[in-house]
């Protein structure tokens, strides 16, 4: 070029690239003159001081040309002759705003090996650097890197040479650099370091022993114009990833999925491995990247080698003299568009001949495109192909192909889905191998020739298919469906457009199944194995066993199409989680989605009663159990009792699952059914000692379930259990199945370490249909499920935000219930509208070891608990009730009290999900619960419509004392216990019963009502005998007790009254014995019962006698008699 002259001198040292396949083949010659008179309208004439092997040259090739770059420039920074082969000088650029200008320098001799941040050139956490440049500088003989651009953006570094530089050259160094550009620099003769920086916490493993020229941890730059000509391994090295002491400060980042700024006009030659690789991290763009006019060519391995890559499109590219042109692999989503690749060009070839150049025939073979034969993620499809073929029929290696699959296998069957347009072969035979991989089992493998481009036929370019030849593959081919096979490629060519259908199945327990693919008619079958990856699929949950059916298109009748079912021995079976998806139609004439209809078998009497297989852990080989984000392992003697259980071997995060996939099939055929799920985990630290998991601290294991779509968490959780145990806690719950969940076809059952400091035995884990309405007449006698504890447990029983533990009560156990609610779960069924149901709970409050009882007249709201009933239908909260209230207990009483009668809703008698929770609890205090209970309330009208009439639960806290004190005594009536009434500051006081305790379903407009009651009247604090006259109505002076009763409406106003005094059989009060009240009363016709009283508004109130006498009562009965 012209342009050299007065700018290139006489003594400056210049710099031939490599024109072979070897890294070293560059030339370093000194100028010995410039002659200015060479009459050239384009070139000057130069005089070096040694002669050089002819290079190509642009009179050759202008797109295989060598570079040719002056080394030299009149500022020189060079490392003192004390310096030794490792160490030099460094130029750092620290910590600066201020526009920066580099330009014209030749730095020699700098850096220093092993060293971090000790580099030729360093922009050091610049930041924004925008006008900052790095220019026509010269990197020579660095001992560690060239130009390194460290937490700094938009630096612009351009027209650069690097030269015999060890580790990467032009570097972007932590991962969160970006905007950078990095146009028209050449690096060359880049070599591994011998000794690498270290780890020091934050860079990890260096990898500058495997030197990239370009060498990039963030895609979010540019690269234009550039040339990597001649590395000891990669022209351009994609190595994303986040690293360095500021990495924090960018947690959300992660480079491999970040947008690329632009790829332009690059070009990667006579490198020793790769012109440009991916691996091992992979790019992911989330917008498709675009590689343009990049030119990789005489690269001893590949000229392009993405791994773990996707989203990515290279146009307008050129491969040439590379050992594999182009390989994609465990790489998805790519499209080649308008790119030449050629085997072997004719200007190599002389190269061969005439310069011994080495062979470009790498482990004897010569490749243009090398394939995939999976997806990595199985939405994704393999490639988009727009490539003209070129130069390899005339190449002499053991294996040549234009096109080639490989050889790797993972799950034994092919996805990655490719099609070709525009596709040409300027040499003929078209040489496409499919044998490596139909050698390593792949026999299904099929690419989609869209306008028959294989062919090279103008008038006929119907869409068509390159497949293996086997049997799977041209099973259901018709007979004018024509095939050119090619047994040496182990693939034909056919006049067809195949459709894939992928099953996916639950990998452990479907060992030997095979699916069986039949036309409607049968007259044809074929059967398939399926896979699963090797790696182990007790390390991932999705890793599924996999069934790939590659159909051809049928015409469209009653006849047509297909008929799947799974087999093992030649008998139908079930996986317990069967998806069935149609990938892409590929071409216009593919299988239609509904052709091929899956048959599972019946479901068996009971399949569906225990959902959980091998709970015990006593099946070989972790059966039916895989895992999330950890692996699963069993220890023998480690289990309850001393039997085999199941283990997570590896900590990675708190979401750290074991899991089962459950039959899908069965929560739609027991829809608003509850199971019981129950687990028992012990927590144990590396060393597999016991570490005690305490609920409050919100980390103990739990058991989820999940859909594909969502997540229900917490169905079972840790519950107090007493016993030995072996360290091991029992995770409980009740989970009932909901509509939503009938939609998938994935239904995974979850145990959730939850925590990432240790790791969890698991055992004896199950998930059982409980009983419902139907299963026996006694169902229903008892709602709250264990509401006595009576197994030793709190099964049934959970906590929201609570510590809950089990202490000795007076019926074996009892609850103990602090900071939060205690929730017990209910029968579902087993409430009918509008009819009445009884609630007791029996508790008391503890504070410093010391019990008392709750008094919700006098004591704080906080302080007395509330029962509420809590409805949920479909997983959704629906209405909470409140059913029990607290009721005022004697100073003799131990225990407390909530009671209630209700009437349930509709909201209740529909729920497929019902609590009773005791809430309004103090966190200050401990609950202790005894028992709880709810049981229907039979409409018994004829014989006592009254709870507890009889004093049978042995305390009066039905009653309120009206001015008076309630409590009970011993002996009553019937040798039991009675109400004492004492205390009693007027005539009028006594105790008063409203309709929360008695069915007021009974009451009737005319409706005949009989009241009966045992009484015996004792002077006021003795139990000395007292009388009273049973003619008398002096009510402060003698008369008898009577009984007022009351309605009121809604407002509060009184409807209806009437005082009864009556005892028929009693013509003198006996004194030391009890006397039977009895009165009649008509309700009135007039009063509506319905609507305008409620419940609370009708009461039953013993009153009207004197003041210095008590009372005690005994077996009150209110019942009708017309």
Same mark, same amino acid.
């Given at each position: 070029?012209?342009?050299?002259?007065?700018?290139?001198?006489?003594?400056?040292?210049?710099?031939?690239?490599?024109?072979?396949?070897?890294?070293?083949?560059?030339?370093?010659?000194?100028?010995?003159?410039?002659?200015?008179?060479?009459?050239?309208?384009?070139?000057?004439?130069?005089?070096?001081?040694?002669?050089?092997?002819?290079?190509?040259?642009?009179?050759?090739?202008?797109? +295989?040309?060598?570079?040719?770059?002056?080394?030299?420039?009149?500022?020189?920074?060079?490392?003192?002759?004390?310096?030794?082969?490792?160490?030099?000088?460094?130029?750092?650029?620290?910590?600066?705003?201020?526009?920066?200008?580099?330009?014209?320098?030749?730095?020699?001799?700098?850096?220093?090996?092993?060293?971090?941040?000790?580099?030729?050139?360093?922009?050091?956490?610049?930041?924004?650097?925008?006008?900052?440049?790095?220019?026509?500088?010269?990197?020579?003989?660095?001992?560690?890197?060239?130009?390194?651009?460290?937490?700094?953006?938009?630096?612009?570094?351009?027209?650069?040479?690097? +030269?015999?530089?060890?580790?990467?050259?032009?570097?972007?160094?932590?991962?969160?650099?970006?905007?950078?550009?990095?146009?028209?620099?050449?690096?060359?003769?880049?070599?591994?370091?011998?000794?690498?920086?270290?780890?020091?916490?934050?860079?990890?493993?260096?990898?500058?022993?495997?030197?990239?020229?370009?060498?990039?941890?963030?895609?979010?730059?540019?690269?234009?114009?550039?040339?990597?000509?001649?590395?000891?391994?990669?022209? +351009?090295?994609?190595?994303?990833?986040?690293?360095?002491?500021?990495?924090?400060?960018?947690?959300?980042?992660?480079?491999?999925?970040?947008?690329?700024?632009?790829?332009?006009?690059?070009?990667?030659?006579?490198?020793?491995?790769?012109?440009?690789?991916?691996?091992?991290?992979?790019?992911?763009?989330?917008?498709?990247?675009?590689?343009?006019?990049?030119?990789?060519?005489?690269?001893?391995?590949?000229?392009?080698?993405?791994?773990?890559?996707?989203?990515?499109?290279?146009?307008?590219?050129?491969?040439?003299?590379?050992?594999?042109?182009?390989?994609?692999?465990?790489?998805?989503?790519?499209?080649?568009?308008?790119?030449?690749?050629?085997?072997?060009?004719?200007?190599?070839?002389?190269?061969?001949?005439?310069?011994?150049?080495?062979?470009?025939?790498?482990?004897?073979?010569?490749?243009?495109?090398?394939?995939?034969?999976?997806?990595?993620?199985?939405?994704?499809?393999?490639?988009?192909?727009?490539?003209?073929?070129?130069?390899?029929?005339?190449?002499?290696?053991?294996?040549?192909?234009?096109?080639?699959?490989?050889?790797?296998?993972?799950?034994?069957?092919?996805?990655?889905?490719?099609?070709?347009?525009?596709?040409?072969?300027?040499?003929?035979?078209?040489?496409?191998?499919?044998?490596?991989?139909?050698?390593?089992?792949?026999?299904?493998?099929?690419?989609?020739?869209?306008?028959?481009?294989?062919?090279?036929?103008?008038?006929?370019?119907?869409?068509?298919?390159?497949?293996?030849?086997?049997?799977?593959?041209?099973?259901?081919?018709?007979?004018?469906?024509?095939?050119?096979?090619?047994?040496?490629?182990?693939?034909?060519?056919?006049?067809?457009?195949?459709?894939?259908?992928?099953?996916?199945?639950?990998?452990?327990?479907?060992?030997?199944?095979?699916?069986?693919?039949?036309?409607?008619?049968?007259?044809?079958?074929?059967?398939?194995?399926?896979?699963?990856?090797?790696?182990?699929?007790?390390?991932?949950?999705?890793?599924?066993?996999?069934?790939?059916?590659?159909?051809?298109?049928?015409?469209?009748?009653?006849?047509?199409?297909?008929?799947?079912?799974?087999?093992?021995?030649?008998?139908?079976?079930?996986?317990?989680?069967?998806?069935?998806?149609?990938?892409?139609?590929?071409?216009?004439?593919?299988?239609?989605?509904?052709?091929?209809?899956?048959?599972?078998?019946?479901?068996?009497?009971?399949?569906?009663?225990?959902?959980?297989?091998?709970?015990?852990?006593?099946?070989?080989?972790?059966?039916?159990?895989?895992?999330?984000?950890?692996?699963?392992?069993?220890?023998?003697?480690?289990?309850?009792?001393?039997?085999?259980?199941?283990?997570?071997?590896?900590?990675?995060?708190?979401?750290?699952?074991?899991?089962?996939?459950?039959?899908?099939?069965?929560?739609?055929?027991?829809?608003?059914?509850?199971?019981?799920?129950?687990?028992?985990?012990?927590?144990?630290?590396?060393?597999?000692?016991?570490?005690?998991?305490?609920?409050?601290?919100?980390?103990?294991?739990?058991?989820?379930?999940?859909?594909?779509?969502?997540?229900?968490?917490?169905?079972?959780?840790?519950?107090?259990?007493?016993?030995?145990?072996?360290?091991?806690?029992?995770?409980?719950?009740?989970?009932?199945?909901?509509?939503?969940?009938?939609?998938?076809?994935?239904?995974? +059952?979850?145990?959730?370490?939850?925590?990432?400091?240790?790791?969890?035995?698991?055992?004896?884990?199950?998930?059982?249909?409980?009983?419902?309405?139907?299963?026996?007449?006694?169902?229903?006698?008892?709602?709250?499920?264990?509401?006595?504890?009576?197994?030793?447990?709190?099964?049934?029983?959970?906590?929201?935000?609570?510590?809950?533990?089990?202490?000795?009560?007076?019926?074996?156990?009892?609850?103990?219930?602090?900071?939060?609610?205690?929730?017990?779960?209910?029968?579902?069924?087993?409430?009918?509208?509008?009819?009445?149901?009884?609630?007791?709970?029996?508790?008391?409050?503890?504070?410093?070891?010391?019990?008392?009882?709750?008094?919700?007249?006098?004591?704080?709201?906080?302080?007395?608990?509330?029962?509420?009933?809590?409805?949920?239908?479909?997983?959704?909260?629906?209405?909470?009730?409140?059913?029990?209230?607290?009721?005022?207990?004697?100073?003799?009483?131990?225990?407390?009290?909530?009671?209630?009668?209700?009437?349930?809703?509709?909201?209740?008698?529909?729920?497929?999900?019902?609590?009773?929770?005791?809430?309004?609890?103090?966190?200050?205090?401990?609950?202790?619960?005894?028992?709880?209970?709810?049981?229907?309330?039979?409409?018994?009208?004829?014989?006592?419509?009254?709870?507890?009439?009889?004093?049978?639960?042995?305390?009066?806290?039905?009653?309120?004392?009206?001015?008076?004190?309630?409590?009970?005594?011993?002996?009553?009536?019937?040798?039991?216990?009675?109400?004492?009434?004492?205390?009693?500051?007027?005539?009028?006081?006594?105790?008063?019963?409203?309709?929360?305790?008695?069915?007021?379903?009974?009451?009737?407009?005319?409706?005949?009502?009989?009241?009966?009651?045992?009484?015996?009247?004792?002077?006021?604090?003795?139990?000395?005998?007292?009388?009273?006259?049973?003619?008398?109505?002096?009510?402060?002076?003698?008369?008898?007790?009577?009984?007022?009763?009351?309605?009121?409406?809604?407002?509060?106003?009184?409807?209806?009254?009437?005082?009864?005094?009556?005892?028929?059989?009693?013509?003198?009060?006996?004194?030391?014995?009890?006397?039977?009240?009895?009165?009649?009363?008509?309700?009135?016709?007039?009063?509506?019962?319905?609507?305008?009283?409620?419940?609370?508004?009708?009461?039953?109130?013993?009153?009207?006698?004197?003041?210095?006498?008590?009372?005690?009562?005994?077996?009150?009965?209110?019942?009708?008699?017309?």
């Amino acid at each position: 070029d012209k342009e050299i002259i007065n700018r290139w001198a006489p003594g400056a040292e210049l710099l031939i690239t490599s024109h072979t396949t070897n890294f070293d083949d560059h030339q370093v010659r000194r100028i010995v003159e410039v002659d200015p008179e060479y009459h050239d309208e384009r070139f000057a004439r130069i005089v070096l001081d040694q002669p050089l092997p002819k290079p190509t040259t642009e009179l050759d090739s202008t797109e +295989f040309a060598v570079e040719v770059a002056l080394l030299s420039r009149n500022i020189v920074w060079e490392s003192g002759s004390d310096a030794s082969e490792l160490e030099g000088g460094h130029f750092w650029v620290f910590h600066t705003g201020l526009k920066q200008h580099i330009e014209g320098l030749e730095i020699k001799g700098f850096g220093v090996q092993g060293t971090l941040a000790r580099y030729p050139i360093h922009f050091h956490f610049c930041g924004d650097a925008n006008g900052s440049v790095v220019l026509k500088t010269s990197v020579r003989d660095s001992n560690q890197r060239a130009i390194v651009v460290h937490a700094t953006d938009n630096l612009l570094v351009e027209e650069n040479v690097a +030269f015999n530089t060890l580790g990467h050259a032009f570097v972007l160094e932590d991962g969160f650099e970006t905007g950078n550009t990095f146009k028209g620099n050449l690096g060359a003769y880049t070599r591994a370091v011998n000794v690498l920086i270290p780890d020091n916490g934050f860079n990890g493993i260096e990898t500058d022993n495997l030197p990239a020229t370009f060498w990039a941890t963030n895609p979010s730059n540019h690269w234009i114009g550039n040339v990597a000509a001649g590395s000891e391994h990669s022209g +351009f090295w994609f190595e994303l990833k986040l690293r360095g002491t500021a990495a924090h400060l960018f947690q959300s980042l992660d480079p491999r999925y970040e947008s690329l700024g632009s790829f332009l006009n690059n070009t990667a030659h006579s490198n020793f491995d790769r012109g440009l690789r991916t691996y091992p991290e992979g790019y992911m763009p989330y917008e498709t990247a675009h590689l343009l006019g990049f030119t990789s060519y005489r690269n001893k391995k590949q000229g392009l080698f993405f791994h773990n890559t996707e989203n990515i499109l290279i146009a307008d590219g050129l491969f040439a003299d590379n050992g594999v042109a182009v390989d994609l692999d465990r790489s998805e989503n790519i499209t080649v568009s308008r790119t030449k690749i050629i085997g072997r060009t004719e200007l190599y070839g002389e190269l061969e001949s005439s310069q011994e150049a080495p062979s470009l025939c790498y482990n004897n073979e010569l490749l243009g495109m090398e394939l995939h034969t999976f997806v990595r993620k199985t939405k994704n499809n393999g490639a988009v192909l727009d490539v003209a073929f070129d130069g390899f029929n005339s190449v002499h290696c053991a294996r040549v192909a234009h096109i080639s699959l490989d050889n790797e296998l993972r799950i034994g069957t092919f996805d990655w889905f490719t099609t070709l347009e525009r596709v040409s072969f300027a040499d003929q035979p078209v040489l496409i191998d499919f044998c490596p991989a139909a050698e390593a089992g792949i026999v299904d493998a099929y690419l989609t020739d869209l306008d028959g481009s294989f062919e090279a036929n103008p008038d006929n370019k119907k869409p068509r298919s390159i497949i293996s030849d086997s049997d799977v593959m041209t099973a259901f081919l018709g007979e004018d469906e024509e095939c050119t096979r090619i047994p040496e490629g182990c693939y034909a060519y056919c006049d067809v457009c195949f459709r894939t259908i992928r099953f996916e199945v639950d990998p452990s327990g479907s060992e030997g199944y095979e699916l069986e693919v039949c036309t409607k008619t049968r007259s044809k079958c074929i059967r398939i194995a399926g896979g699963t990856d090797p790696t182990d699929y007790a390390t991932s949950s999705t890793n599924y066993r996999v069934f790939n059916v590659h159909l051809p298109a049928v015409e469209n009748s009653e006849s047509s199409g297909f008929n799947a079912a799974f087999l093992l021995d030649d008998e139908p079976v079930w996986p317990n989680y069967v998806e069935q998806q149609y990938e892409d139609k590929l071409c216009p004439g593919g299988l239609d989605e509904g052709t091929v209809e899956l048959h599972p078998p019946p479901l068996f009497d009971s399949a569906c009663d225990s959902l959980i297989r091998n709970g015990d852990a006593e099946a070989p080989d972790r059966l039916f159990w895989l895992s999330k984000f950890t692996g699963v392992s069993t220890v023998a003697n480690a289990g309850m009792a001393g039997s085999t259980a199941l283990k997570d071997s590896i900590r990675t995060s708190p979401r750290d699952s074991l899991v089962q996939l459950l039959d899908a099939r069965c929560f739609r055929s027991t829809v608003m059914r509850s199971y019981e799920v129950e687990a028992w985990v012990k927590v144990v630290d590396e060393n597999n000692e016991h570490q005690e998991c305490h609920v409050e601290e919100s980390n103990c294991p739990e058991i989820r379930i999940a859909t594909a779509t969502q997540i229900w968490p917490s169905i079972a959780t840790v519950v107090p259990e007493r016993g030995e145990n072996g360290g091991y806690q029992l995770l409980h719950g009740v989970f009932v199945v909901e509509n939503s969940m009938t939609d998938s076809n994935m239904v995974e +059952f979850i145990v959730m370490r939850n925590r990432v400091d240790f790791n969890i035995l698991v055992d004896n884990v199950s998930m059982k249909l409980l009983p419902d309405i139907h299963s026996n007449e006694d169902f229903c006698s008892e709602i709250v499920r264990n509401g006595f504890f009576a197994d030793g447990s709190a099964r049934f029983w959970s906590q929201s935000n609570a510590i809950m533990e089990l202490v000795g009560g007076p019926s074996n156990f009892s609850l103990q219930v602090s900071d939060g609610q205690a929730r017990a779960s209910l029968k579902a069924g087993c409430f009918a509208s509008r009819e009445y149901y009884q609630v007791q709970i029996q508790y008391k409050i503890r504070v410093d070891g010391k019990s008392f009882q709750c008094d919700p007249l006098n004591d704080p709201k906080d302080l007395c608990p509330t029962a509420f009933l809590l409805s949920y239908t479909d997983g959704s909260f629906v209405s909470a009730q409140v059913v029990a209230k607290s009721l005022e207990s004697s100073e003799e009483e131990e225990w407390s009290w909530l009671l209630g009668l209700f009437v349930a809703s509709s909201d209740q008698s529909n729920a497929d999900g019902l609590l009773l929770q005791m809430d309004g609890l103090n966190p200050s205090y401990k609950y202790v619960i005894n028992f709880a209970s709810i049981q229907p309330l039979p409409k018994s009208c004829r014989s006592n419509i009254l709870v507890n009439g009889n004093m049978e639960m042995g305390t009066a806290v039905f009653w309120d004392g009206v001015a008076s004190s309630v409590t009970t005594v011993s002996p009553g009536f019937d040798d039991d216990v009675a109400m004492l009434v004492s205390q009693r500051e007027r005539p009028g006081a006594g105790p008063r019963l409203n309709g929360d305790f008695f069915d007021t379903r009974c009451l009737k407009p005319a409706v005949m009502l009989q009241f009966e009651a045992q009484i015996k009247l004792v002077e006021a604090g003795t139990e000395n005998p007292a009388l009273c006259d049973v003619a008398s109505i002096r009510t402060a002076v003698d008369a008898c007790p009577a009984l007022r009763f009351e309605v009121e409406d809604a407002f509060g106003n009184i409807v209806f009254a009437e005082l009864l005094r009556s005892y028929p059989g009693v013509q003198n009060w006996v004194a030391d014995g009890w006397n039977e009240f009895r009165a009649e009363i008509h309700l009135p016709p007039g009063v509506q019962w319905d609507g305008s009283v409620s419940a609370e508004g009708v009461f039953f109130h013993f009153r009207s006698f004197p003041s210095n006498l008590d009372m005690l009562l005994d077996n009150v009965l209110v019942r009708q008699i017309k």
